[in-house]
């Protein structure tokens, strides 16, 4: 079985600060990324990384960065949190081969930024 | 840009009943689609996946694709309370990436 993990459940942090949400899967798959899931908007993708050192920006990528220096691991980073950015996060996985593959998601963190 | 969409519902069905979820798709070319299961405040998780015209089957969830009319189904046989949840459709984006569609909440009454 896939496991993501993603670092924290939930988590506190205040407005202005730098935020590090930390994801790491366990079956070597190329493709990673961060989702944001808020009531009546569904899953908004952030950023996409399709291997190690490369990203490309998804539909919401303003306010926020990335890192992938290896492959298991892909961290989300808000550079100075801001309110609007409360919010349940959610990395996903997926192999880099094959007819497409199924995305597999980590349990999410529930971020709140006071 | 290719679109997924549901109907939010809710769609509620007494226990035992088969619900059926549908979800409608813009790109014609697209042929892999998926279902993810989300229990309030989870995150989502995989449940089925179809990859050609036609039914899947996997247990009590069947997967229909009809590539001519462009739309998705699940259906779920003997429902249970606990199939009570938000189902989300996905269909294929570019580079790996999936469009979701938003959710169609399932309520089943015991």
């Known amino acids: 079985d896939v496991k993501v993990t993603q670092s924290s459940r939930y988590l506190v942090k205040r407005t202005g600060e730098k935020v590090f949400l930390e994801c790491v899967q366990d079956m070597d798959h190329e493709n990673m990324f961060w989702y944001r899931q808020d009531p009546g908007l569904g899953l908004r993708l952030i950023y996409f990384s399709y291997d190690v050192k490369m990203k490309e920006k998804g539909d919401i990528p303003e306010g926020y960065s990335v890192s992938r220096e290896k492959k298991e691991r892909f961290s989300l980073i808000l550079e100075s949190a801001s309110t609007n950015q409360t919010s349940m996060y959610l990395c996903a996985s997926t192999p880099g081969q094959g007819a497409f593959p199924p995305q597999h998601f980590g349990d999410g963190t529930r971020l709140s930024i006071l | 840009q290719k679109e997924v969409e549901q109907n939010s519902g809710p769609l509620s069905v007494p226990e035992g009943a088969i619900a059926s979820l549908n979800c409608t798709y813009s790109d014609r070319g697209s042929q892999s689609f998926f279902w993810y299961r989300q229990y309030s405040g989870k995150s989502p998780e995989l449940i089925m996946f179809i990859y050609s015209n036609g039914d899947k089957e996997d247990g009590r969830f069947t997967a229909q694709l009809n590539k001519a009319s462009q739309y998705v189904s699940l259906l779920i046989r003997d429902s249970q309370p606990s199939d009570s949840a938000t189902y989300l459709c996905?269909?294929?984006?570019?580079?790996?990436?999936?469009?979701f569609g938003s959710g169609t909440r399932l309520l089943v009454r015991p």
């Open positions: 996905a269909g294929p984006g570019s580079s790996y990436k999936l469009i």
